[in-house]
């Protein structure tokens, strides 16, 4: 009989030692997902906000160095803004880091695209 409850003993150990495992496993699971998530988030964070200064420095850039100068002189025509935007994403797109390219081009499609809508979007808030 007492070996009989010790078999029935060490069978309820085995099981409960089992079912720990499982739990400890998903929880881990859940931690590490957790985890995940906010370095990604912190990540895009970083991105984005490398991205927008990047975009705010372009402008800034570009009308100083080009946009500017065409004004004085009355000069500034369409051609001359296509010319200064593509400067300005070329200007942008130099400021960035790769990560932040990758991380634009999987998020939101295009860099060139994304750069452009936030220049314009930054121009049109400056003249505001």
Not at 2 to 27: C, D, F, G, R
Not at 64 to 92: G, I, P
């Amino acid at each position: 009989m007492n070996e009989m409850i010790m078999a029935m003993l060490q069978s309820i150990l085995i099981l409960a030692a089992a079912l720990l495992t499982v739990y400890a496993v998903k929880w881990l699971t859940a931690k590490t997902n957790q985890a995940k998530a906010a370095t990604d988030n912190e990540a895009a964070k970083r991105y984005i906000g490398e991205a927008s200064q990047a975009v705010t420095d372009a402008v800034f850039a570009t009308s100083q160095t080009y946009v500017d100068t065409l004004k004085k002189t009355d000069s500034f025509s369409k051609e001359n803004q296509k010319e200064a935007l593509r400067l300005a994403v070329e200007t942008a797109k130099a400021q960035m880091t790769t990560g932040a390219e990758d991380f634009i081009r999987t998020a939101y499609g295009d860099v060139n695209k994304y750069l452009e809508a936030k220049i314009e979007a930054e121009i049109k808030e400056l003249k505001l």
